[in-house]
């Protein structure tokens, strides 16, 4: 293979430009030359596509964000949008492609793998929502940017007696919560995983109210509840004064952490020893700390593992 391309789709997430400089300097490193498709497949359809070198890609390591831009891209869905973006790959010597996004972005790789451009997914996403993997680039970043958040409203709800239901991001998957939850020492973490119960989180606030606790950190994931009407109902219910906070895109953003900016490098260069050897339509994925990759095909319908045991510990010593 002598020419490959690569593009960031989706939402962004901190990281996937250490993926970029790494596919494009592992790719120097094996006689391969790459180019840089822009804002997705919107890129791909509309030929915005640019040479890329070991010195375009200087300096992003260490930036949140994508210097390639990315977009969401409703066209792509439809078969016009495809034939038009697989013309544009030939047009362009493009013979394969390195995706870097959650699985809505495989699922365009998959349809592109299937006429004949071979693809390779990264998988990047601060929701870490991807079945096929233990981890995705980004999620490292977004939970230390959510605890430090919290670390902060929890001076407040400390400082006021106060309780803090706070709403973090996960696109139907609970990771994030879970994970910050536990990090925050959250009261109650509501995930989709195990659905929404104000009584139980009121029961809870109540229990260790009893037991000497004067300020609460509730963790809610987000689409579950509206988080102003919990804190209301909390507040009514116990007589303890709350305040919600939706911490939204902030969580998306920031320089990558030291995990995200070593798996995204380690990715990047698998993807590219993929192609190298003349095999596409794989996913790079994490298994047990280590870099392997499955079939698009297969791990699209791979099933996602809930960690009871963090959930559990999580309730077990939040008293
Ligand atoms: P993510 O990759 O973060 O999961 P999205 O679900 O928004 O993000 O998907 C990103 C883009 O991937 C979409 O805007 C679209 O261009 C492409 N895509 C998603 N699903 C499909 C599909 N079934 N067929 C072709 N392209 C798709
Ligand atoms: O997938 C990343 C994510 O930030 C989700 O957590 C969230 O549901 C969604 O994207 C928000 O998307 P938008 O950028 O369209 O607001």
Redesign the pocket.
């Known amino acids: 293979m002598k020419t490959i391309g690569i593009l960031t789709?989706?939402?962004d997430?901190p990281g996937m430009n250490a993926a970029v400089r790494s596919v494009v300097r592992s790719a120097e490193s094996m006689g391969i030359t790459v180019k840089g498709v822009l804002r997705?497949?919107?890129g791909l359809i509309e030929n915005n596509i640019t040479d890329l070198d070991i010195r375009s890609v200087s300096d992003i390591i260490h930036r949140g964000g994508t210097a390639l831009f990315t977009?969401?891209?409703?066209?792509?869905?439809t078969e016009e949008?495809?034939q038009e973006a697989v013309k544009n790959c030939r047009d362009n010597g493009i013979e394969g492609l390195v995706v870097i996004?959650?699985?809505?972005?495989?699922?365009?790789?998959?349809?592109l793998s299937l006429r004949g451009i071979p693809c390779i997914g990264i998988p990047?996403?601060i929701?870490n929502?991807?079945s096929s993997t233990e981890y995705t680039i980004g999620f490292d970043t977004a939970m230390n940017t959510v605890v430090e958040m919290v670390d902060k409203l929890r001076d407040t709800a400390c400082s006021h007696d106060r309780c803090s239901v706070v709403e973090v991001m996960g696109?139907g998957a609970g990771d994030l919560a879970l994970q910050c939850g536990l990090a925050v020492g959250a009261t109650s973490i509501v995930i989709p995983e195990k659905g929404y119960n104000p009584e139980e989180i009121i029961e809870k606030i109540r229990s260790t109210h009893k037991r000497g606790r004067n300020h609460f950190i509730i963790i809610v994931s987000e689409d579950l509840c509206d988080v102003r009407q919990l804190a209301k109902e909390i507040e009514n219910a116990t007589g303890i004064e709350s305040r919600a906070t939706i911490i939204g895109h902030v969580q998306r953003g920031g320089n990558p952490s030291l995990r995200d900016r070593v798996v995204a490098s380690k990715m990047g260069y698998a993807a590219v020893q993929l192609l190298n050897d003349g095999i596409g339509n794989r996913i790079v994925a994490l298994k047990d700390n280590k870099i392997v990759n499955y079939d698009i095909i297969e791990s699209l319908d791979m099933e996602k593992t809930f960690d009871a045991e963090t959930y559990m510990l999580a309730d077990i010593i939040s008293i």
């Open positions: 789709s989706g939402g997430a997705g497949y919107n977009a969401r891209c409703p066209k792509f869905k949008g495809i996004g959650g699985d809505g972005s495989f699922r365009g790789a998959r349809e990047a996403t929701d929502d991807i696109h």
